[in-house]
Nanobody
């Protein structure tokens, strides 16, 4: 059984920063990309970023240049460093690997 647990969300002012973490327990069949998604109030879930097993990264254009995804394959932890946050970044953020999802962590950007 694979479990993903996100943490690090909270309330931050516009322009502020947060770092989300996602700890993965259990084993997956083969190396996979670790992805981040978010769901804003009243909107569909949106892909945010992905880090491949080799460390390559890709970002949604809405966050490119402000967010940095990373992974630690030793501790099976994924990170999402978020800077210059905007009110439009307010959402529940989820990490994902294969078909497994975390419970989400709330990020609220407001003054």
């Amino acid at each position: 059984q694979v479990h993903l647990v996100e943490s690090g969300g909270g309330l931050v002012q516009p322009g502020g920063s947060l770092t989300l973490s996602c700890v993965i327990s259990g084993s997956v069949d083969s190396p996979n990309g670790m992805a981040w998604y978010r769901r804003a109030p009243g909107k569909q879930r949106e892909w945010v970023a992905v880090v491949t097993p080799s460390g390559q990264k890709a970002y949604n254009s809405a966050v490119d240049g402000r967010f940095t995804a990373s992974r630690d394959n030793v501790t099976n932890t994924a990170y999402l460093q978020m800077s210059n946050l905007k009110p439009d970044d307010t959402a529940v953020y989820y990490c994902n690997i294969q078909q497994f999802w975390g419970q989400g962590t709330q990020v609220t950007v407001s003054s």
